[in-house]
């Protein structure tokens, strides 16, 4: 076994340093859209004051300043990063400037089936602008409204069609941002009162697969309310369905506080919310069991292995292993169901997914064998490149035991970004090599 496990971890460094190559040829070559996102990957990964940073700031804001606004969109669309946190994306556009991008073209990419994958990204950016804590400094009020229009016309046009899991997801952002600054405002906003009725018109003719659709009635319900009470058990059991993460938030850990732990019935209901179509729903449910630790870890532990593997959607995912992580003493003995999950030819497991499940292991890795932590150790050093915040995680609570994967480490971090540099610099590498020789 020991030698399969050394084989496997040779195949995965040069897994590893295959994709390190093919990154930074793709890199080279990206050079379209008038340069900008070569320019921002420069500014992310260099240090704020050194001069490679100024000068990729200076000559990103002189290419920005004289691109013509039919340009704009396909440069901030390079600029988005899938792999990157939404404020780094945000970053990205406030670069642009107030209202950055022509509503025409936020229109026909919204409206574009075939859009990629950093259009997407582009799309969910721009509407988080909506937001009620949205800094009034990128998008105006007239700018907002026309984004509530537009998203209307959609919804309106695909009312009663059959509509993908991704763009239901794409939707779900895009109309929960929206609402939480005008889901209140109907009578004296015209864009909000024709958001709503849009909504409306979309879940009643939605079909049962639908989880789009299945979300909206409680959001209706939630703004005709106004603020949302969390006073009652059903209260609390309907803001689990809020289009307001925080709310949601509030509801599970006031439901994981005092209800879960208190009545068994109360219990069995939040359990059922595990397989509730809506993955808002599925993953506040999950978070309430992250909060009422004590909850029948024979039932609740094996439900949150099977949402995290298997389970649809990446808060879905990201909640259960927060709950596994939280239940991390009562997990311990689900080391190898999650790394035989992500050794499955079956199923591959998608980058935010294999984050999570290896979030979840190094929580659980200290108290493994041997053995395991070699098996570990594989799938971190396999998937450092799509899924860094795991495998780095991993690598960190190994400490000494993953000394093998420091070249590797060291090589990732040349490509990375300098916040991810600094987390190596000063956690991940310290914990692995001896005092004094974690220098990169």
Same mark, same amino acid.
């Given at each position: 076994?020991?030698?399969?496990?050394?084989?496997?971890?040779?195949?995965?460094?040069?897994?590893?340093?295959?994709?390190?190559?093919?990154?930074?040829?793709?890199?080279?070559?990206?050079?379209?859209?008038?340069?900008?996102?070569?320019?921002?990957?420069?500014?992310?990964?260099?240090?704020?004051?050194?001069?490679?940073?100024?000068?990729?700031?200076?000559?990103?804001?002189?290419?920005?300043?004289?691109?013509?606004? @039919?340009?704009? @969109?396909?440069?901030?669309?390079?600029?988005?990063?899938?792999?990157?946190?939404?404020?780094?994306?945000?970053?990205?556009?406030?670069?642009?400037?107030?209202?950055?991008?022509?509503?025409?073209?936020?229109?026909?990419?919204?409206?574009?089936?075939?859009?990629?994958?950093?259009?997407?990204?582009?799309?969910?950016?721009?509407?988080?602008?909506?937001?009620?804590?949205?800094?009034?400094?990128?998008?105006?009020?007239?700018?907002?409204?026309?984004?509530?229009?537009?998203?209307?016309?959609?919804?309106?046009?695909?009312?009663?069609?059959?509509?993908?899991?991704?763009?239901?997801?794409?939707?779900?952002?895009?109309?929960?941002?929206?609402?939480?600054?005008?889901?209140?405002?109907?009578?004296?906003?015209?864009?909000?009162?024709?958001?709503?009725?849009?909504?409306?018109?979309?879940?009643?003719?939605?079909?049962?697969?639908?989880?789009?659709?299945?979300?909206?009635?409680?959001?209706?319900?939630?703004?005709?309310?106004?603020? @949302?009470?969390?006073?009652?058990?059903?209260?609390?059991?309907?803001?689990?369905?809020?289009?307001?993460?925080?709310?949601?938030?509030?509801?599970?850990?006031?439901?994981?506080?005092?209800?879960?732990?208190?009545?068994?019935?109360?219990?069995?209901?939040?359990?059922?919310?595990?397989?509730?179509?809506?993955?808002?729903?599925?993953?506040?449910?999950?978070?309430?069991?992250? /909060?009422?630790?004590?909850?029948?870890?024979? $039932?609740?532990?094996?439900?949150?292995?099977?949402?995290?593997?298997?389970?649809?959607?990446?808060?879905?995912?990201?909640?259960?292993?927060?709950?596994?992580?939280?239940?991390?003493?009562?997990?311990?003995?689900?080391?190898?169901?999650? /790394?035989?999950?992500?050794?499955?030819?079956?199923?591959?497991?998608?980058?935010?997914?294999?984050?999570? $499940?290896?979030?979840?292991?190094?929580?659980?890795?200290?108290?493994?064998?041997?053995?395991?932590?070699?098996?570990?150790?594989?799938?971190?050093?396999?998937?450092?490149?799509?899924?860094?915040?795991?495998?780095?995680?991993?690598?960190?609570?190994?400490?000494?035991?993953?000394?093998?994967?420091?070249?590797?480490?060291?090589?990732?971090?040349?490509?990375?970004?300098?916040?991810?540099?600094?987390?190596?610099?000063?956690?991940?590498?310290?914990?692995?090599?001896?005092?004094?020789?974690?220098?990169?």
């Amino acid at each position: 076994m020991m030698r399969q496990n050394v084989l496997s971890w040779t195949g995965a460094a040069a897994w590893l340093g295959w994709v390190l190559v093919a990154s930074a040829g793709g890199a080279a070559t990206g050079d379209a859209k008038e340069g900008v996102g070569d320019l921002w990957g420069q500014m992310r990964r260099a240090d704020v004051a050194s001069a490679e940073f100024k000068a990729a700031q200076w000559k990103l804001t002189a290419r920005i300043g004289t691109m013509p606004m @039919t340009r704009r @969109t396909a440069a901030a669309t390079a600029m988005m990063d899938r792999l990157a946190g939404p404020e780094v994306n945000a970053e990205a556009l406030r670069c642009f400037g107030t209202d950055p991008l022509p509503i025409t073209d936020i229109q026909r990419i919204l409206w574009d089936a075939r859009r990629g994958f950093s259009q997407r990204i582009l799309l969910k950016t721009y509407y988080s602008f909506c937001r009620a804590k949205a800094p009034a400094s990128i998008l105006t009020e007239t700018a907002r409204r026309q984004l509530v229009d537009v998203l209307a016309e959609r919804l309106d046009n695909l009312a009663g069609t059959k509509v993908s899991y991704g763009e239901q997801r794409l939707l779900t952002h895009l109309a929960s941002a929206v609402l939480s600054r005008y889901a209140h405002t109907s009578q004296t906003v015209p864009q909000a009162k024709g958001l709503i009725a849009a909504l409306a018109k979309y879940a009643d003719k939605a079909g049962k697969a639908d989880g789009f659709g299945a979300a909206i009635p409680a959001w209706l319900d939630l703004a005709q309310s106004g603020k @949302t009470p969390l006073d009652t058990f059903g209260q609390a059991v309907q803001a689990l369905g809020h289009w307001d993460p925080l709310v949601r938030w509030r509801a599970a850990s006031q439901l994981g506080e005092r209800d879960v732990p208190a009545d068994d019935k109360a219990a069995r209901v939040v359990l059922s919310l595990l397989d509730d179509r809506r993955d808002e729903v599925r993953s506040a449910a999950a978070q309430v069991f992250a /909060v009422a630790r004590d909850y029948r870890a024979d $039932v609740v532990v094996p439900k949150m292995v099977e949402l995290l593997v298997r389970g649809r959607g990446v808060i879905v995912q990201a909640a259960a292993a927060e709950a596994l992580i939280a239940r991390s003493s009562q997990a311990q003995g689900q080391v190898d169901a999650l /790394v035989a999950a992500m050794n499955d030819p079956a199923r591959v497991l998608g980058s935010s997914r294999t984050s999570q $499940v290896l979030l979840v292991l190094s929580k659980l890795v200290g108290k493994a064998s041997l053995e395991q932590k070699e098996q570990v150790l594989v799938q971190a050093a396999r998937h450092m490149v799509r899924s860094p915040d795991g495998a780095l995680a991993v690598m960190q609570a190994l400490g000494p035991q993953a000394a093998r994967a420091v070249p590797g480490i060291r090589e990732y971090r040349a490509t990375t970004d300098r916040f991810r540099r600094i987390h190596i610099d000063r956690h991940v590498l310290p914990a692995i090599l001896p005092a004094g020789s974690a220098e990169p």
